[in-house]
Nanobody
Framework: QLQLVESGGGLVQPGGSLRLSCVVSGVSLEDFHVGWFRQAPGKEREAVSCMHMRGISTYTADSVKGRFTISRDNAKNTVYLQMNNLKPEDTAVYSC??????????????????????WGPGTRVTVSS
C-alpha cells in the first residue's frame, strides 16, 4: 500500500533554512510525479513545487522561486524540498503528493491543479522570530 510520510518541519527564524523530506513506501518512486503543497491557516492549499516522474521538468511557484528547490532520490524513494531564506509568509503545513498517471500533461498544469491521487499528512513549518 502506498504511503507518504513527511518530516523536517519545525520552527525557524526568518532567513533560515529547512529541508523537508517525504518518504514514499509501497511503490517505486520513479514511476510517480511528485509535488509539495502547503496550506497556511485560513488559506487555501497552494502548489509549491512539483517534478515530473522522469525528472525532466519541474514547476515552482513564483512566491518561492529562487528560494525553494524540489529534488528526488528514487533509490531512497524520497522527495525533498530545500527551503532557504524563509519568510514568515512561508508558515504553513507542507504536504507531499504523488501520482503515477502520465498522459503528457505538463507538470506545471498537474501541479497547479493539484492532480495527485496520493497525499501525506503534512509537516508544520513555522517561520517566526
Amino acid at each position: 500500500q502506498l504511503q507518504l510520510v513527511e518530516s523536517g518541519g519545525g520552527l525557524v527564524q526568518p532567513g533560515g533554512s529547512l529541508r523537508l523530506s517525504c518518504v514514499v513506501s509501497g511503490v517505486s518512486l520513479e514511476d510517480f510525479h511528485v509535488g509539495w503543497f502547503r496550506q497556511a491557516p485560513g488559506k487555501e492549499r497552494e502548489a509549491v513545487s512539483c517534478m515530473h516522474m522522469r525528472g525532466i521538468s519541474t514547476y515552482t511557484a513564483d512566491s518561492v522561486k529562487g528560494r525553494f528547490t524540489i529534488s528526488r532520490d528514487n533509490a531512497k524513494n524520497t522527495v525533498y524540498l530545500q527551503m532557504n531564506n524563509l519568510k514568515p509568509e512561508d508558515t504553513a503545513v507542507y504536504s507531499c503528493a504523488a501520482d503515477p498517471f502520465d498522459d503528457g500533461t505538463p507538470i506545471q498544469r498537474i501541479c497547479r491543479l493539484a492532480s495527485f491521487g496520493h497525499w501525506g499528512p503534512g509537516t508544520r513549518v513555522t517561520v517566526s522570530s
